[in-house]
């Protein structure tokens, strides 16, 4: 069974750091490429962020450039996002999201770990 | 960044109708779009992928049609267990985008 579980969320200072990890099992974690979403509190989803396989190829939403550092550790079946100067509208669930065979949409999710900016 | 445009953005639906929801693509994208299902409190969930191909498991009541800028989802029969927010994504550019969202509330 897929299992991919989000962690590193918490209560955070605007222009401070977070970073975020997420646990993947179930599967071939070095076969697939990775991605970030975010949704805010009572909004739409938000692509924030792509990683292929060997960290090769990297994507990033034009919201979190310079930002955000996405990241893997395939011998640790972990994916991570580095979160830099974290502003208010980055208050938002998390989740760790698998890319299907091929293709860019996402056929795994984690349940979400939650960031709120906020002095 | 290719847009999403979902609609309506909200459905009031009764069970048993048939439910279409559309998106429309600012651009062309082929047919590189999938389907999810949320509902409160939980992950989304895949559906549709490639406009037109049902995901294993998805009650064959869910399906997809379009290409290019216009696509469609419907729900031949609404369960109440479709009450939810559905959403679509492009994945024509590396830049992903979703929809707004459309909810489908019990009439």
């Known amino acids: 069974e897929v299992q991919l579980v989000e962690s590193g969320g918490g209560l955070v200072q605007p222009g401070r750091s977070l970073r975020l990890s997420c646990a993947a099992s179930g599967f071939t974690f070095d076969d697939y490429a990775m991605h970030w979403v975010r949704q805010a509190p009572g909004k739409g989803l938000e692509w924030v962020s792509g990683?292929?396989?060997?960290?090769?190829?990297?994507g990033y939403a034009d919201s979190v450039k310079g930002r955000f550092t996405i990241s893997r550790d395939n011998a640790k079946n972990s994916l991570y996002l580095q979160m830099n100067s974290l502003r208010a509208e980055d208050t938002a669930l998390y989740y760790c999201?698998?890319?299907?065979?091929?293709?860019?949409?996402?056929?795994?999710w984690g349940q979400g770990t939650l960031v709120t900016v906020s002095s | 960044d290719i847009q999403m445009t979902q609609s309506p953005s909200t459905l009031s639906a009764s069970v048993g109708d048939r439910v279409t929801i559309t998106c429309r693509a600012s651009?062309?994208?082929?047919?590189?779009l999938a389907w999810y299902q949320q509902k409160p409190g939980k992950a989304p969930k895949l559906l549709i992928y490639k406009a037109s191909s049902l995901e294993s498991g998805v009650p064959s009541r869910f399906s997809g049609s379009g290409s290019g800028t216009e696509f469609t989802l419907t729900i031949s029969s609404l369960q109440p267990d479709d009450f939810a927010t559905y959403y679509c994504?492009?994945?024509?550019?590396?830049?992903?985008?979703f929809g707004g969202g459309t909810k489908v509330e019990i009439k």
């Open positions: 990683i292929s396989w060997n960290s090769g190829s990297i």
């Open positions: 994504q492009q994945y024509n550019s590396y830049s992903l985008t």
């Open positions: 651009q062309s994208i082929s047919s590189w």
């Open positions: 999201a698998k890319e299907s065979a091929g293709a860019p949409y996402f056929d795994y």
